[in-house]
T-cell receptor
Framework: AQKVTQAQTEISVVEKEDVTLDCVYETRDTTYYLFWYKQPPSGELVFLIRRNSFDEQNEISGRYSWNFQKSTSSFNFTITASQVVDSAVYFC???????????FGKGTRLSVIA | EPEVTQTPSHQVTQMGQEVILRCVPI?????FYWYRQILGQKVEFLVSFYNNEISEKSEIFDDQFSVERPDGSNFTLKIRSTKLEDSAMYFCASSEGRVGVGADTQYFGPGTRLTVL
C-alpha cells in the first residue's frame, strides 16, 4: 500500500519569503509517480507537477521548484519569493503504474501575508 | 486548454434522497475517477472507470454509489440514498491513459459541493 505524509499542517509566511513544503512517501513499488496539486480558496485542484521514480532531476518552474530524493523518499516543494496568491492548500500525491488511484497526503495550508 | 467540467457546483439535498453528480471529462481521456474531500480533510479515492466498467473502487464506494457513462461525454456518480456523512466536495478527474506511459496525470474538475441536510 502507498502512503503520503505531509507533516506540516499549516505554514504562515510573510510575502517574499521562501517556503518549503515537505512530502514523504512510502511505497514498495519500484516504479511510481509523484504529484503536487494546489487547492486555492475557490476549491478546485490544480495540477502543478508530475515526477516519475526514475527521474530524480530537480525541476524549476518560475518561482516553484521541486526536490526529489529517493534516498529519503521525499518530494519537497519550494516557493521562492512567495506571494499572496500562493495562499492555498497544497497536496502531495502518489500513484503507481497502471493509472491507479492517487493517494493524497493530508495537505499543507500555506498562508502568505502581505 | 481542455478541462474537466462538473455540474452542479453545489447541490443541497435531504437525507435519503438520490443525487446524481455529473462530469464531462477531457475529450480524449480514457480513464475517469471520482474522489471526495470531506471539509478540511484529505482527498480520498472513490472509484475509477475504464472501458465502460469500474476498474477499481475503494471501501467508501459501497452499494449506495454507482457510476455510469451514459453517453460519449458524460460520467456520472449516483448516490442512491444520501446520508449526512456524504456531505463533501466530490471531484471528478480524468487521465489520458496513453499506452506505454505508466501513469498519466489526472486532471481534476472544479468539484461539486454536496450538502446533505
Amino acid at each position: 500500500a502507498q502512503k503520503v505524509t505531509q507533516a506540516q499542517t499549516e505554514i504562515s509566511v510573510v510575502e517574499k519569503e521562501d517556503v518549503t513544503l515537505d512530502c514523504v512517501y512510502e511505497t514498495r513499488d519500484t516504479t511510481y509517480y509523484l504529484f503536487w496539486y494546489k487547492q486555492p480558496p475557490s476549491g478546485e485542484l490544480v495540477f502543478l507537477i508530475r515526477r516519475n521514480s526514475f527521474d530524480e532531476q530537480n525541476e524549476i518552474s518560475g518561482r516553484y521548484s521541486w526536490n526529489f530524493q529517493k534516498s529519503t523518499s521525499s518530494f519537497n516543494f519550494t516557493i521562492t519569493a512567495s506571494q499572496v496568491v500562493d495562499s492555498a492548500v497544497y497536496f502531495c500525491a502518489l500513484t503507481v503504474e497502471g493509472n491507479t488511484p492517487l493517494v493524497f497526503g493530508k495537505g499543507t495550508r500555506l498562508s502568505v501575508i502581505a | 486548454e481542455p478541462e474537466v467540467t462538473q455540474t452542479p457546483s453545489h447541490q443541497v439535498t435531504q437525507m435519503g434522497q438520490e443525487v446524481i453528480l455529473r462530469c464531462v471529462p477531457i475529450s480524449n481521456h480514457l480513464y475517469f475517477y471520482w474522489y471526495r474531500q470531506i471539509l478540511g480533510q484529505k482527498v480520498e479515492f472513490l472509484v475509477s472507470f475504464y472501458n465502460n466498467e469500474i476498474s477499481e473502487k475503494s471501501e467508501i464506494f459501497d452499494d449506495q454509489f454507482s457510476v455510469e457513462r451514459p453517453d460519449g461525454s458524460n460520467f456520472t456518480l449516483k448516490i442512491r440514498s444520501t446520508k449526512l456523512e456524504d456531505s463533501a466536495m466530490y471531484f471528478c478527474a480524468s487521465s489520458e491513459g496513453r499506452v506505454g506511459v505508466g501513469a498519466d496525470t489526472q486532471y481534476f474538475g472544479p468539484g461539486t459541493r454536496l450538502t446533505v441536510l
